[in-house]
């Protein structure tokens, strides 16, 4: 089975993803992630003021992304270099992913890229106050990442926020599942197990 979860930054994609690998363990489910597809530096949009524009669909390489997960759906193990923010390409180690029962891919434009979405059996879009994603990118990415308050409110106004609008929002309809990353999150965690596990049990019949 390939689960798809989408949601925009800060939206809490790593964590629900962690939740649904403990809770199906037993499938050794194996993670997908579109992060580790960003095309180099030198290929990147740059804005009107000389800014990366890493929130763009151009920003990801489909193409590979497409065969990859043909690959790992036949049956066969694949090589990415597991991407690390702000790290140098040489300092991205290689790593493999081999198949699964469970496949959970997972990215910004898991929806806007068709050709991905066609080979879900099951898809999550992730919602949260954009107030609480902000707070959570502000905290993650100074933290973590070395942006200045600045710099991450700059990104949010003229490329995140854009992004979300315009290449996430318009395709959530078509999702199997909305799951509230609030005060929700539990319920709606244990509503989506339970629609997973009648899913699961045809796909085994």
């Known amino acids: 089975m390939i689960i798809g979860i989408c ?3 800060g939206s809490g994609k790593t964590t629900l993803l962690k939740r649904l690998s403990k809770e199906y363990a037993e ?11 960003y095309l180099p ?11 990366i524009n890493f929130d763009l669909p151009t920003a990801i390489d489909e193409e590979r992304i497409k065969e990859d997960l043909h ?8 090589e990415v ?13 290689l790593i493999t992913i081999e198949p699964s029962d469970l496949i959970i891919v997972e990215g910004l434009f898991l929806f806007y890229f068709q050709s991905v979405k066609s080979l879900l059996d099951y898809s999550i879009f ?17 933290e973590t990442r070395g942006y200045t308050r600045e710099a991450i409110l700059y990104q949010w106004e003229h490329h995140v926020k854009p ?14 599942f909305i799951f509230r990353n609030d005060a929700h999150a539990d319920a709606d ?17």
């Open 189 to 205: 965690f244990e509503l989506l197990v339970s629609e997973l596990d009648v899913l699961l049990e045809r796909i085994e019949k």
């Open 71 to 78: 690959a790992l759906i036949a049956g066969k193990p694949i």
């Open 81 to 93: 270099k597991e991407y690390h923010f702000n790290a140098p390409p040489e300092k991205n180690v």
């Open 126 to 142: 992730i919602e949260v106050d954009p107030s609480t994603q902000l707070d959570r990118r502000l905290y993650r990415d100074q």
């Open 27 to 37: 499938l050794k489910p194996v993670i997908f992630s579109m992060d580790n597809y």
């Open 7 to 9: 949601g925009g930054s």
């Open 41 to 51: 530096a030198k290929k990147q949009h740059v804005d009107e003021n000389g800014e």
């Open 163 to 176: 992004c979300y609008d315009r290449y996430l929002i318009p395709y959530k309809k078509e999702a199997n």
